[in-house]
């Protein structure tokens, strides 16, 4: 695709840029497949390394003899933190978050949970750019808006009228 052809440099609304991606994600191009390939090897590495130092972490308490239940509650902690990560990350991939202020108030759980983080952005990397059908859907649906206001507003004004009927004479 040109910048012609999905509304770039002629006034139209401009596609929002997704991290690591920028704008290739709309026309696949620029890199586009390298980069996808980049971010699904990276998310993967950076999985498998987060569970390497969790490992370590874990060692760390059976070494000080903390006991089981404190063990325990720490694997249920990453475990309930990941699957709650891994689903917010997910779902943020197909629609925006309800409110800023939830997302913010969240950001504790995301960065205990960041290994189901990190598996949700493995994940949808397979398949696309993670967020990429949302901000199509978004980018289309504002193309449209766009070319509808532009053809309504073409044309003549007076020719428009002269078509309704003509001009009314106020007097």
């Not at 910048?3 to 026309?27: M, Q």
């Not at 189901?116 to 993670?130: D, H, K, V």
Request: with cysteine; net charge positive; aromatic share 10%.
């Amino acid at each position: 695709m040109n910048a012609d052809d999905n509304g770039r440099g002629r006034g139209g609304p401009e596609p929002e840029a997704i991290r690591f991606f920028g704008t290739t994600w709309v026309g696949h191009d620029r890199g586009y497949a390298a980069r996808r390939a980049a971010a699904t090897a990276g998310s993967l590495a950076a999985a498998l390394a987060s569970c390497l130092v969790l490992r370590f972490a874990y060692q760390g308490l059976e070494i000080a003899e903390v006991g089981s239940f404190v063990s325990m509650l720490v694997v249920v902690t990453f475990a309930v933190c990941g699957a709650a990560a891994f689903r917010r990350t997910w779902e943020g991939f197909g629609r925006r978050p309800a409110g800023p202020g939830r997302e913010e108030s969240l950001r504790g759980l995301h960065a205990i949970g960041f290994i189901g983080s990190l598996a949700a952005y493995f994940l949808r990397s397979l398949t696309e750019a993670p967020g990429e059908g949302l901000r199509r859907r978004e980018y289309e649906a504002a193309l449209v808006r766009y070319e509808r206001r532009r053809t309504a507003r073409t044309g003549d004004p007076a020719a428009r009228g002269a078509a309704k009927g003509g001009k009314r004479e106020h007097g």
